[in-house]
């Protein structure tokens, strides 16, 4: 038997094996759309964005000349120590930031402003805001680092302050508590 011969037999032999297949027909499948994505109000959300800042040229808010010293903390009243205690501990997971860099203090005044309602429509409870340590001012001087926190102190649902931790921008950021919404 020569090597052709073998060769025919395999082949004879596939053909008998594969005689009753069929080919396989492409499963019927269905044509499924992406879902179109939720309807952003661009227009309500310009609204309320107007109206925040229109309520920041009334005059009786969030006053510059709010005198806090060097606060490195705040504690609403009527509130327990617990509360700060645990905000400087990191017990409370920031979950959101805003850097306040390069602003100047009318626009770093309506950005916080924007920020803090934004965060709390969104249900977040602890946020970061990075004002710096002063480096880059005029005079050196930590202009929106005392601004900052004096506005903080006037907002209601503030709830408490205090100096970031070290590694997340230390006197140069302050860590807040919000009210629940």
Not at 7 to 14: A, H, K, P
Not at 80 to 96: E, F, I, S, T
Not at 107 to 123: D, H, M, P
Not at 138 to 159: A, F
Request: with cysteine.
């Amino acid at each position: 038997m020569t090597p052709e011969d073998e060769d025919n037999d395999e082949i004879e032999l596939f053909r008998e094996a594969v005689a009753d297949a069929r080919p396989v027909r492409a499963p019927a499948r269905a044509q499924l759309e992406r879902p179109k994505p939720p309807p952003v109000p661009i227009h309500s959300m310009r609204d309320e964005d107007a109206a925040l800042l229109e309520a920041l040229a009334g005059p009786d808010f969030l006053s510059d000349e709010l005198e806090i010293g060097e606060a490195e903390i705040y504690l609403a009243a009527g509130l327990p120590g617990k509360v700060l205690r645990d905000l400087r501990q990191g017990r409370w997971a920031v979950q959101d930031g805003l850097d306040l860099h390069g602003l100047k203090v009318d626009e770093a005044r309506a950005t916080v402003v924007l920020f803090l309602a934004r965060s709390r429509k969104r249900g977040l409870r602890c946020v970061q805001i990075i004002h710096g340590k002063g480096y880059g001012s005029g005079t050196g001087e930590p202009v929106l680092r005392n601004k900052t926190r004096g506005w903080l102190m006037q907002k209601d649902e503030v709830l408490a302050f205090c100096d970031a931790p070290a590694g997340q921008g230390g006197a140069g950021a302050v860590i807040v508590l919000l009210k629940a919404s």
